[in-house]
């Protein structure tokens, strides 16, 4: 398997489980499901653009070395 589809598929995984986490804590805290499911989306956005400056811009991927310039 090409090293670069490991990494995207452990830095999906990745910002899955922090999305997962983000719902629990604010079910936990007594948010509105609605508000919950609403957050949901802007939590991933915010993560693939985070992700889009860290590291590589092609893949918005935080894990996959950017591609050396030449």
Known sequence: MDPNAK??????????????????VALKRGWDIELVALAIPVVSGVLAYVSTLVNNRATACLLVPKKPKN
């Open 7 to 24: 990494l995207q598929t452990a830095d999906q995984t990745l910002k899955g489980a922090v999305v997962a986490l983000v719902s629990y």
